[in-house]
Structure formats: C-alpha cells, structure tokens
C-alpha cells in the first residue's frame, strides 16, 4: 500500500470536470484506490463519493493506493490534483 498527501492546485478543487477526469483515470488502474479529506474515505473510483467530498482548491487530501500499479496509479492521481489548468 502507498498513502501520499496531496494539495489539490486545481482552481475549481475536484467538482465536475476535475472530478470526473480524475475518477476515470483510477478506474483504469486494477488496484483498491482511496481518497481522503477531514478523515472522510471514499473510493476514488466512483464520481458520487469523489464529488461527496467537497473538495475544494488548496485543500489537502490523502491519497492511498493498494494492489497492482499502485504507485503508478498515485502519480498519475497527483497530476490531476496539481494541475492548474484543467
């Protein structure tokens, strides 16, 4: 298992496009994958439980990733959290 913390950069926090972006990419990963805000976790596969989250801009959120591709699937999660542009 991985477990990183991340500051979400996004300027719209992860609502909508972010949030859909970022749940298609860890559906593309065999691994359990989990995120976290205020001790609140959800799967990180399923737009309703991402959104739930309220995640805002400059907030931090736990990352953690179990299984195959583990750490490649936590880079590629930490790029579309810290992408401004999106």
Partial sequence: MVEKEVIVKNP????????????????SFPCKITISKNDKEVDAKSILAVM????????KIILRADGDKEEEALEE??????????
């Fill in 52 to 59: 739930s989250l309220g995640v805002e801009p400059n907030e």
């Fill in 12 to 27: 719209h926090g992860l609502h909508a496009r972010p949030a859909a972006v970022f749940v298609q990419k860890a559906a």
């Fill in 77 to 86: 999660l930490i790029k579309i959290c810290e992408n401004r542009e999106m």
